[in-house]
DNA sequence: GACTGGCACTCGTTACAGTCGAGTGCCAGC
DNA sequence: GCTGGCACTCGACTGTAACGAGTGCCAGTC
């Protein structure tokens, strides 16, 4: 059942204007906008033949036709073109990258500019612990007992966590300690440190040996183990646009949906291979989302990071009939810029 | 103009249903649902004196009577005692709250707890850098010209910023000025360093003084003038219980609202004397809210901090007609626990 | 003087009927 | 294979009527 030329024009002139107006869009008014040169008799044929196939359907009978999340992906994968930023764009995006003073800051302001670029929700996970590598372990005593343990990641995110120590312990013994640890683990990927901590448990002298079990549990369970994986969040309020026509009415579920980190990172942070010439983008509309209350909204989300190694992932989420050649550009190109931000550190 | 003890009967109990069912409350349901000994006839007289002195209001002429923003005030001052919590709440907030490994697991969980137990909007601020004291400041060396500057406060924040040296400097020279600085600001309140790192600027031998110089102005520019604050936001979803009744229709401007960092801390950060019994406590209902987007809104807010020291603030942000005995309750056993883990360190 | 029962009135809500028109499907003809 | 024409569908909108919750007011009672 091969659709001809004529009726993919139609398809996306369907999804373009639908995207556009928030309409259903009828033959005629379809002739009209496009210069297709034919009557709005054929275009209801072709129309036909599309909504047979799953690509379009109609809400009601006497209405115009509205994609389906299957003629979103048709128009995704075939039809579209990724729209270049605009100057004034990319000048919005450098402006806002700039002068951010940490990590935190930059995650930060990238999720903002991701909303406000795009109008959607924005998400931006923080450099994942599990693929960064250790650039400085540092452990600050608080009492006798009792330690703070900073880690510094090669990707600027620092972790800290508050060690109980079995028993007293003398600051040159945890000075000691510090300089064993960061000896062997500086500049390790963290993934690859477990038995490179347990290695550490029978190197060090015997008398920090208590407190040196201490720390390794610390570490491995807490920054390893339950890996711990953060995420920014911003632009709720653009769910907000469209009045409540998409969704199907209730942003509740929405909503709450987003509360949920683990969700957010289910978004966001499985990368792949993506589009050919667009590598780590991933895009899933309406029902392709694993996340039952997400079926009504699209993800466009990459992988970003220095280079070409992937630390982290960044999305969006917005209606199914969002501008996808443009929210497309948008995360791209704001990922690539904190990748490269990110390299010159 | 006497409001009789009969008629703030009235008043609470219009409150109460209004709460309860969020419908306008009129005269008949009134005397049935709560004993009052007399007749709607004579609830109807008082309604309308209430009416008249702007505590009641009337969404349309054949409708029930609502509470105006006045009328949950003076509810709130006089008619109202703070409901004490229900075990299971209590147990709630302690199995939330154990098992936090760093500050912004305590934070993260306080915010959530806060949502959940109260189905409001919830904020939490970090401890505020102004308000807490220097424990340790780490200085780790990434390049000879790059390190990395960690602070970490007595309320078990930690802040990092990457700072670019002016020239290279030697590991020890980085020790002897971790030290210096150390000795210096060890134990002191961020507010109060200024004047002592402009003496560190002096002190300090001569061959690291642009190095000190650089790093003094980070931490001055970044840490002290410019207080970094941060809040954590949680139950957003909870806006849409009351299927847009209330906050006349649009979520639109409360969430963006909601979106703005300075926006929260205006509405949790600024602690007052609070009402007597309910130290730090403050509410603020409906117009008396200084954000004009959130008019509509009201925001029950304190202090927190170890022992009677106030570090930061929390709140939720709720519908006019929430239940307000309810929530002050829930936010002040919250701050109070948070407070108690936080002396614990 | 305070309270009550009764009654007329208001006005939002709901239901129903009728009209309008955008958009369709189909078919005969080019 | 495309087009013009036509009958048909069905949601959106409008107007009308009935309903009822709730009120304000007043005359009467304790």
Chains 1, 2 share one sequence.
Do not use: C, W
């Amino acid at each position: 059942m091969g659709l001809d030329d004529r009726k993919l024009d139609v398809l996306r002139a369907i999804v373009e204007d639908y995207v556009a107006t928030q309409e259903p869009v009828g033959s005629k008014a379809l002739v009209e906008r496009h210069h297709l040169n034919v009557s709005p008799a054929t275009v209801r044929n072709d129309m036909a033949v599309l909504e047979e196939e799953g690509y379009i359907r109609q809400p009601h009978t006497s209405a115009g036709r509205v994609p389906t999340d299957r003629g979103y992906r048709l128009f995704v994968d075939r039809l579209s073109r990724i729209k270049p930023l605009s100057p004034a764009e990319r000048r919005a995006i450098e402006r806002f990258l700039i002068g951010a003073v940490d990590l935190d800051d930059v995650v930060h302001r990238t999720v903002r500019l991701l909303a406000q670029l795009t109008r959607h929700v924005a998400v931006v996970q923080y450099p994942s612990l599990t693929r960064s590598a250790v650039r400085h372990l540092e452990l600050v005593p608080i009492s006798t007992t009792r330690l703070m343990m900073v880690m510094i990641a090669d990707t600027g995110r620092v972790e800290q966590r508050l060690v109980e120590l079995p028993e007293p312990t003398l600051p040159e013994d945890v000075l000691e300690l510090r300089q064993a640890i960061n000896e062997k683990l500086a500049g390790q990927r963290l993934s690859d440190t477990p038995p490179l901590v347990q290695a550490l448990n029978d190197e060090v002298p015997a008398p920090v040996r208590p407190a040196m079990a201490t720390l390794s549990t610390v570490l491995l369970e807490t920054l390893v183990e339950r890996h711990e994986e953060r995420v920014a969040l911003a632009g709720t309020a653009n769910l907000t646009r469209g009045g409540l026509l998409d969704f199907h009415g209730s942003l509740r579920p929405i909503l709450e949906a987003l509360e949920e980190e683990v969700v957010l990172l289910k978004l966001i942070g499985e990368v792949e291979p993506g589009l050919p010439g667009a590598p780590g983008l991933r895009i899933r509309i309406g029902d392709e989302n694993e996340i039952e209350d997400l079926r009504s909204t699209s993800v466009v989300s990459t992988g970003y990071g220095p280079g070409s190694t992937i630390v982290g992932g960044m999305g969006v989420l917005g209606p199914t009939r969002m501008d996808y050649p443009a929210t497309i550009a948008s995360v791209r190109a704001v990922a690539r810029y904190v990748g490269d931000l990110l390299a010159q550190n």
